[in-house]
């Protein structure tokens, strides 16, 4: 059974008198431990469906199963335990507070969390987290101390805290230079292999997608094409 699983979706946005059409009609079966990129066009629909897949937005129209559930039946506190908890969210500006040790940030999920955790817990879960993406020696430095490659393992790391089983990353290296782009697909693609996190990557560049098992790609609203990717890129 796919973790993620959207039938028919269709999203459309009001503007003014305008609609935008900017999902048509997607299906799209996600297993667990796949690594998708999604690539397409700006304006082509990636971001919406991406939201949708958070839980971020409800869809116009169509299905969306999550680990088997309808989305669409569940509580306002059943989504929000959705989004902290079975998904974390990388995105294109990594959203770290600045003059706040990369530590700091990492924890910050858990100082709002349900659980009530002592410092030294925190401390520990967000060290982990660091480890995992290399950055354990740095957890002192501000985040204007570190590079934008950096930062972005920091976002990485801060999307784990709570052992999501899928990361949902909206253009994860759209900020950075192509070289440290790879370092940060390299990490994804450590985090699939190792410990069977499901991916779903949203970019428009192809050097970035080929990092996944699979690439979807979108135009205009709908899949125009779905294919497994045997020759993965790594990064050396
Ligand atoms: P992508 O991520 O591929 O660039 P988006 O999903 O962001 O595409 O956008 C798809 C289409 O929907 C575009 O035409 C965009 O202008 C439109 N759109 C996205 N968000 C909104 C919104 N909140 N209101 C109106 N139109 C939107
Ligand atoms: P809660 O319901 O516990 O107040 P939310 O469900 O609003 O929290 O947020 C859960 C996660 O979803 C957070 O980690 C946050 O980063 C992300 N998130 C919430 N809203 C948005 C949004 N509009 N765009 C991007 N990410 C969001």
């Known amino acids: 059974e ?44 990636k971001s919406t469906l991406m939201h949708i897949l958070g839980c971020l937005d409800a ?6 199963l999550l680990d088997g559930k309808e989305v669409s039946k569940l509580s306002d506190d059943e989504l929000s335990a959705v989004r902290n908890k079975q998904i974390g969210f ?29 410092a030294s817990e925190r401390r520990k879960r967000a060290m982990d987290a660091l480890a995992a993406v290399g950055l354990e020696s740095r957890w002192e430095h501000h985040t204007n101390q570190l590079s934008g ?22 253009e994860p290296t759209g900020n ?10 390299d990490i994804f ?4 292999r190792e410990r069977g996190i499901t991916i779903v990557l949203i970019t428009h560049e192809m050097d970035v997608a080929e990092y996944g098992s699979r690439i979807v790609s979108f135009k205009d609203g709908l ?14």
Not at 59 to 64: A, E, I, K, L, V
Not at 189 to 192: A, E, F, G, S
């Open 2 to 45: 796919p973790v993620i699983s959207v039938r028919n979706l269709v999203k459309t946005y009001q503007l003014g008198e305008h609609q935008v059409q900017a999902l048509r009609s997607v299906s799209l079966d996600v297993h667990k431990g796949e690594f998708v990129s999604v690539i397409g066009p700006s304006g082509s629909g």
């Open 59 to 64: 869809p116009t129209s169509g299905q969306y």
């Open 90 to 118: 990388v995105f294109q500006g990594f959203n770290l507070l600045t003059r706040t040790s990369a530590l700091e940030n990492v924890e910050l999920p858990l100082l709002y969390g349900k659980e009530n955790l002592s």
């Open 149 to 170: 490659g950096q930062q972005q393992r920091v976002a990485i790391a801060r999307a784990l805290l709570n052992n999501p089983s899928i990361l949902l990353a909206d």
């Open 176 to 185: 950075l230079d192509s070289k440290t782009s790879l370092e940060v697909m």
């Open 189 to 192: 693609q450590k985090l699939q």
């Open 223 to 236: 899949i125009v094409s779905d294919v497994q990717n045997t020759q993965k890129a790594t990064y050396t």
